[in-house]
């Protein structure tokens, strides 16, 4: 289904009712939406899977309502994650309908058409990401915005200029579109519009990303993490009620921090935006933009190199040991994750 894990379809949603899925959950990784990149990392699908599930309980604790079914072990028995007795990199879930936008060109750019999303619609994913910021990291995009003049001060609730590493007095809440060939970030007014949804859900959408936030942000703080930012993907269940869905709380969803230092993807996004095949991405989205290509990658000029090998295994371990750290279990026999941290700062200091 996509770059890092795969849908299985155990039974399919109807218009009505919703079916059963699950995620395999791979050891692929993606960064600025190239898809698979060329090596992988050890682990990752199932921290991947145990962070996730982790989180998904934690928030049907405090009454919040996920697509969470539970876990799959290798004799395909479904547990919770306390009762599960090794790693596993199957979840199951209650699958809902994915309706795409139909698109359109007009002047070599693309249009998309979201008419079909309604107030009347049920059992569909929401058509949106949704980001919360409690921090302004190095790699944030908000910085990049900011400069091309994309989004003001105002608009983000800031009474200065931020600068990287600054925490917020209280969250930003974002959102981008989720099912075009290139994400781009909307006001709250052009989320309700394309995804169908009234006042009244647009505030609860706020709501549910504020208390989710707060949920992780608690999980990460046990773990001595700082929550940075992170997303949520919503949908609406057969009765048109909200629940989170995808997978929430990862290092994939979320970026974290330790003194300054990322624990997340982000650390593969900063090796490769040393590399000029990242100059030759973001050339190619714009040429993409102005033209109206659809596969972007096509005009790529180049293709991404592995990563450092010595960087790949630190990322290796650290999506392992996070796995541990977060969910309070030692599912990986890897060092503690203040260790694997300090063997990154060493590496970027070198």
Excluded at 45 to 63: D, V
Excluded at 210 to 225: D, H
Aim: proline share 3%; aromatic share 10%.
């Amino acid at each position: 289904m996509g770059s890092v894990k795969d849908l299985e379809i155990v039974k399919k949603p109807t218009k009505s009712a919703m079916g059963v899925g699950r995620f395999h959950f791979s050891d692929r990784y993606s960064v600025f939406d190239w898809g698979e990149m060329p090596d992988q990392i050890e682990g990752k699908g199932k921290a991947l899977c145990l962070m996730g599930a982790y989180c998904f309980e934690k928030l049907e604790e405090r009454g919040i309502k996920t697509h969470y079914r539970g876990l799959v072990t290798a004799d395909g028995k479904l547990v919770f994650f306390g009762e599960l007795n090794q790693p596993t990199n199957v979840m199951e879930f209650n699958l809902v309908n994915v309706y795409r936008p139909k698109i359109r060109k007009e002047n070599k750019k693309f249009v998309y058409d979201y008419s079909f999303f309604t107030p009347n619609l049920i059992n569909y994913l929401v058509p949106l990401e949704i980001i919360y910021r409690n921090g302004l990291p190095e790699g944030s995009s908000v910085f990049k915005r900011l400069e091309q003049g994309a989004i003001t001060l105002q608009e983000l609730g800031l009474e200065h200029y931020p600068k990287a590493g600054e925490r917020l007095k209280k969250p930003i809440f974002d959102v981008s579109t989720k099912l075009e060939e290139v994400d781009r970030y909307l006001t709250w007014q052009e989320a309700k519009k394309i995804a169908g949804l009234t006042d009244e859900e647009v505030a609860e959408v706020r709501e549910v990303l504020s208390r989710v936030n707060n949920v992780i942000s608690e999980i990460a703080a046990a773990a001595g993490l700082e929550n940075e930012d992170g997303k949520i993907e919503l949908a609406f269940d057969s009765e048109r009620k909200l629940m989170i869905v995808d997978v929430i709380g990862t290092l994939d969803e979320c970026r974290f921090t330790y003194k300054g230092l990322h624990v997340s993807k982000e650390i593969a996004r900063q090796f490769y935006r040393k590399t000029e095949w990242y100059n030759d991405v973001e050339e190619a989205k714009k040429t993409s933009e102005k033209q109206g290509i659809k596969d972007w990658k096509r005009i790529c000029k180049s293709q991404p190199s592995k990563l450092d090998p010595l960087l790949r295994t630190i990322i290796d371990e650290m999506y392992m040991a996070a796995a541990n750290e977060l969910t309070k279990h030692r599912l990986f026999d890897v060092p503690r994750l203040a260790e694997v941290i300090k063997k990154y700062g060493e590496y970027v200091a070198r």
